[in-house]
């Protein structure tokens, strides 16, 4: 069993800033590929990044590429997406999630609210 919690959220302008950290528990972090999902108020959930084991292969929705950047660090157990020029667009709670197995993952993180004013 794995436990993700995601930390960084917070209000910001647009413009600005904000680094998202998703922690793991357990000892197969290193084993599972992970990705941030993000949903806006009153829409579905969208993928924004995903990155492979050994964080080599990363993919991002059209949206967010070229002013997000998602990283892991495999000692720390940690997961980052470094969010920068947002904009209110970008509104929306974040998820972080591991294991993809089936075309879905199988851990959770509980989110993080990430709100760009205008």
């Known amino acids: 069993q794995v436990q993700l919690v995601e930390s960084g959220g917070g209000l910001v302008q647009a413009g600005g800033s904000l680094r998202l950290s998703c922690t793991a528990s357990?000892?197969?972090?290193?084993?599972?590929?992970m990705a941030w999902f993000r949903q806006p108020p009153g829409k579905e959930r969208e993928s924004v990044a995903t990155i492979n084991i050994s964080g080599s292969s990363t993919y991002y929705a059209d949206s967010v590429k070229g002013r997000f950047s998602i990283s892991r660090d495999n000692a720390k157990k940690t997961m980052y997406l470094q969010m920068d020029t947002l904009k209110p667009e970008d509104t929306a709670v974040y998820y972080c999630?591991?294991?993809?197995?089936?075309?879905?993952?199988?851990?959770w993180g509980q989110g993080t609210q990430v709100t760009v004013s205008s």
């Open positions: 999630a591991a294991n993809k197995v089936g075309g879905m993952y199988s851990y």
């Open positions: 357990g000892r197969t972090f290193s084993l599972y590929a």
